[in-house]
T-cell receptor, first 111, second 116 residues
Framework: DGGITQSPKYLFRKEGQNVTLSCEQNLNHDAMYWYRQDPGQGLRLIYYSQIVNDFQKGDIAEGYSVSREKKESFPLTVTSAQKNPTAFYLC??????????FGPGTRLTVL | AQSVTQLDSQVPVFEEAPVELRCNYSSSVSVYLFWYVQYPNQGLQLLLKYLSGSTLVKGINGFEAEFNKSQTSFHLRKPSVHISDTAEYFCAVTKGLKTSYDKVIFGPGTSLSVIP
């Protein structure tokens, strides 16, 4: 069953802690993306990667870090430097025509 | 650089009535256009896309959209909505005629509420 999995679905973090959100895909897509979604707002691009071992900052990369060691995996770390991390995080992959395929999302809440 | 405007943040409509969700974009180059739907607490899924060819594009769940280059619009329509169409709808644009990946620009979204 092809698709994108994100885990966990809900994540709670204390202030000052780093947390890592998982994203795995078996669609064999080269490109992967991380978006942040806040209530009533559209999607904002955090990081994206077009190939293994390479990634680029998006529009709101500060306070986040990523790695792309395998084609199937693109984990996102939310660091303590991110001032307001409470949000819904979406991972996506894309074809070369930039049609995006989304995972189910992870809702991060900072306590 | 591309940008996307969705003029209506919320659209209430009665069940079985027609609906149009508006999307306008700005770009100095040719574009690919997409509409995505998001149900509560879920990821987005593709409704339809315009890459080239016919300007009238049909998608899933009875939705269609028309690409109008002169008006730089890509409005989404459905002739008769159902309760299950209640969701958030996002218009998106990216550069067309590409040979490599590019960023996709999403609009702010339109919340469609279908009233029984």
């Amino acid at each position: 069953d092809g698709g994108i999995t994100q885990s966990p679905k809900y994540l709670f973090r204390k202030e000052g802690q780093n947390v890592t959100l998982s994203c795995e895909q078996n669609l064999n897509h080269d490109a992967m993306y991380w978006y942040r979604q806040d209530p009533g707002q559209g999607l904002r691009l955090i990081y994206y990667s077009q190939i293994v071992n390479d990634f680029q900052k998006g529009d709101i990369a500060e306070g986040y870090s990523v790695s792309r060691e395998k084609k199937e995996s693109f984990p996102l770390t939310v660091t303590s430097a991110q001032k307001n991390p409470t949000a819904f995080y979406l991972c996506a992959t894309s074809t070369r025509l930039d049609e995006q395929f989304f995972g189910p999302g992870t809702r991060l809440t900072v306590l | 650089a591309q940008s996307v405007t969705q003029l209506d943040s919320q659209v209430p409509v009665f069940e079985e009535a027609p609906v149009e969700l508006r999307c306008n974009y700005s770009s100095s180059v040719s574009v690919y256009l997409f509409w995505y739907v998001q149900y509560p607490n879920q990821g987005l899924q593709l409704l339809l896309k315009y890459l080239s060819g016919s300007t009238l594009v049909k998608g899933i769940n009875g939705f269609e959209a028309e690409f109008n280059k002169s008006q730089t619009s890509f409005h989404l329509r459905k002739p008769s909505v159902h309760i299950s169409d209640t969701a958030e709808y996002f218009c998106a644009v990216t550069k067309g005629l590409k040979t490599s990946y590019d960023k996709v620009i999403f609009g702010p979204g339109t919340s469609l509420s279908v009233i029984p």
